[in-house]
Each structure stands twice: as C-alpha cells, then as structure tokens.
T-cell receptor, first 116, second 115 residues
Framework: NAGVTQTPKFRILKIGQSMTLQCTQD?????MYWYRQDPGMGLKLIYY???????DKGEVPNGYNVSRSTTEDFPLRLELAAPSQTSVYFC???????????????FGPGTRLTVT | QKEVEQDPGPLSVPEGAIVSLNCTYS??????FMWYRQYSRKGPELLMY????GNKEDGRFTAQVDKSSKYISLFIRDSQPSDSATYLC???????????????FGKGTKLSVIP
C-alpha cells in the first residue's frame, strides 16, 4: 500500500495565483485532514473531513477551500495565494471504530509551498 | 496561555544517553496523549499513544502522563543517532460525535543524538 500520497512535493507560487494540493489515501480511511506546519511551530489544522461529501473548518481555514467527493481524495485549494501561506502542508487520514476515530493519524510526506 | 507548551530545543545528547522530552497542557478535557516522531523533510509518524494517566513502555521508549500536573513526558533510553528527529506531542479529548475530534499539537522538540 502507498498510504497517504501528496502532490506536488514542492511548488513556488506568485502572489495572487491559485493552485490545488492533491492528497490521496488507499487505506479506505474515512477521516482525512489538512495541516500546515510553519518553522518552529506545531501542526495547525486547516480543514478536515469525516467522510465523502462532509467537510468542516479547523483552526486556520481562511484562504483555503476543500472538497471530498470520494473516500480516497481530499484536495486543498488555495484561491489567491499570499506570502502568509508559505508553509509545509501535510495531509493525514485516520479510521474509525464504533466508539469513534482512532487517534493514530497517518501522514503524507508533505508539500513545501513558497509564495513570493 | 497556549493549550500545549513544548520546549522547542534544540536538544543535543551523546549516543547512549537517556533523553527526556516534555509537554505541559492547560485543557483538563484532554484524555488521549500521543508522541509523534518527524524526521527531516518527512511527515510525522505515531510513536507512542497513552490514554489518561500512567506509563506505557515500548522498547527503548517510555511515555508518562501525569494528569494532576497536566504534564506528559517521553523518555528514550540508550539513545541512538537514528533517534535524531523532531518529537511532537499531541493530545485530544473524548470523542463526542462526528466533527468533535481534533488533535492539538505541541511545537515539537528537535533532538540530535551525536555518535
């Protein structure tokens, strides 16, 4: 199994440009997450999804949008890139038991984004 | 006061040393405590997971939770150069329905084990 894959690995954007960060998991997990990690900072949750067709905002959603049309894919859209969005973006997934989601989140390798 | 505080280091130790990594937190609702390891330019991976207070041991790694002090620790015995990474603590409360589950992460402590 490939686990959680993210593309692209690196990207440089100009201010005002748009792009989509791709995330795919092949573990049939229903929970998926997008985080950003700034230097010396922890992971901040941008958006999450509890299943296909269901998404919700995390701690830092401004400037981003997501969709979840399938269990496998959870793309993150930046519409008008700003320098403040320079960061490393991680996608993660987890599965659920009857009592709720398990706490182990499986992370992708990340996308390094620079906005200049 | 931030919900989770973690000393960012960096921490440099000689090979074979015992390493102690710590986090403090303010939210008494946290019940699940995790340690993730993140190698340079990689995604985090779960290292240890504990529920409520107590100790958990896995090989050279021991996780401790003291809920009365709102303090968690990760101990690494006989540290190896391959342990060089950033260690992130993470925690969450009880699951209470769809959409309620989120992890709160510390900033991470960068550890270097010198051969």
């Amino acid at each position: 199994n490939a686990g959680v894959t993210q593309t692209p690995k690196f990207r440089i954007l100009k201010i005002g440009q748009s792009m989509t960060l791709q995330c795919t998991q092949d573990m049939n997990h229903n929970y998926m997450y997008w985080y950003r990690q700034d230097p010396g900072m922890g992971l901040k949750l941008i958006y999450y999804s509890v299943g296909a067709g269901i998404t919700d905002k995390g701690e830092v959603p401004n400037g981003y949008n997501v969709s979840r049309s399938t269990t496998e894919d959870f793309p993150l859209r930046l519409e008008l890139a700003a320098p403040s969005q320079t960061s490393v973006y991680f996608c993660a997934s987890s599965y659920t038991k009857a009592t709720g989601p398990v706490h182990e989140q499986y992370f992708g390798p990340g996308t390094r984004l620079t906005v200049t | 006061q931030k919900e989770v505080e973690q000393d960012p280091g960096p921490l440099s130790v000689p090979e074979g040393a015992i390493v102690s990594l710590n986090c403090t937190y303010s939210n008494s609702a946290f019940q699940y405590f995790m340690w993730y390891r993140q190698y340079s330019r990689k995604g985090p991976e779960l290292l240890m997971y504990t529920y409520s207070s107590g100790n958990k041991e896995d090989g050279r790694f021991t996780a401790q939770v003291d809920k009365s002090s709102k303090y968690i620790s990760l101990f690494i015995r006989d540290s190896q150069p391959s342990d060089s990474a950033t260690y992130l603590c993470a925690m969450s409360g009880e699951y209470s329905g769809a959409g309620s589950y989120q992890l709160t992460f510390g900033k991470g402590t960068k550890l270097s084990v010198i051969p």
